[in-house]
């Protein structure tokens, strides 16, 4: 038989190996937190993300996905069709590209399904290449944090469970899911961030929208029972970065975010 190198060991945690030399990162300096109109930030929340590492052969480690580690997979008996961390990537480009986040009006958390939660500074900008995105995901998932290169400024950060310890007081939780009640985009926007609720005497509060980053299923009230309601904005199933387009576009329009 072939001599082959070191077993990867699947689900590997990488606490304790060095991660990568240099990380596909780079920030603006602007402050995410700046609100000029007094609006409240957009709180997104990217759940059940597939971002597991992998030691490979020559030692270095990277995220597990069905197209590279596929035998791998099948090895350990696991559906590679459900190790899909491209989706993560898609919808994180789809939020920080977003008119809405470049008017600063957005605040971005991720988990993975295996429980660790990240918090995303809006300044950041995403690695366009999924090779380079993988690459970031595992400095992550190996220092805890990640900082800007020229700055002190934090980028990405594991903080502590449970999600809704993070949410600011009277904050609104909506689940998007194809099998919630049928909204217009626009009609949601209006109906969430028109002036006769954001306004007078008494405001609502932020509206946190909570988004599946998964290959498959959906997100549900059990497995977070802080959701108001189940909405979807298209009668079609969509991916999520389509559907995180769609409803970003229309709470920009209702801002006047052009």
């Known amino acids: 038989m072939p001599k082959v190198g070191r077993k990867r060991k699947f689900g590997d945690s990488p606490s304790t190996s060095a991660p990568p030399k240099s990380g596909p990162v780079a920030a603006d300096d602007s402050d995410d937190e700046t609100d000029t109109k007094g609006q409240y930030p957009v709180i997104v929340y990217l759940d059940q993300a597939r971002l597991e590492t992998v030691k490979t052969k020559k030692g270095d480690f990277e995220v597990l996905n069905c197209d ?5 997979l099948r090895k350990n008996k ?3 069709k459900e190790f899909r961390p491209d989706i993560a990537h898609q919808e994180l480009l789809a939020l920080i590209d977003s008119p809405l986040n ?3 009006k957005l605040k971005i958390y991720m988990r993975t399904h295996k429980n660790v939660l990240m918090e995303i500074n809006p300044a950041i ?3 366009r290449t999924y090779k380079r995105f993988s690459g970031l995901m595992v400095q992550l998932l190996h220092k805890l944090k990640i ?4 700055t002190n400024t934090t980028l990405l950060k594991v903080i502590k469970n449970p999600f809704q310890n ?3 007081a009277g904050t609104r939780v909506y689940g998007m899911s194809c099998t919630g009640t049928l909204y217009k985009p626009d009609a949601l ?10 306004e007078g005497e008494n405001p609502k509060g932020p509206v946190c929208f909570v988004i599946g980053a998964m290959a498959a299923g959906h997100i549900t009230i059990d497995e977070h029972p802080y959701i108001e309601e189940m909405f979807s904005i298209s009668e079609y199933p969509l991916s999520g970065a389509c559907a995180i387009a769609r409803l970003c576009g229309a709470i920009e329009a209702e801002m006047g975010i052009v």
């Open 68 to 72: 590279d580690h596929r035998d791998l």
């Open 78 to 80: 696991k559906d590679h």
């Open 102 to 104: 470049k008017a600063g």
């Open 125 to 127: 900008r995403i690695p």
């Open 147 to 150: 900082k800007a290169a020229n």
């Open 166 to 168: 993070h949410l600011p």
């Open 189 to 198: 926007a209006r109906s969430l961030y028109g002036d006769e609720q954001m």
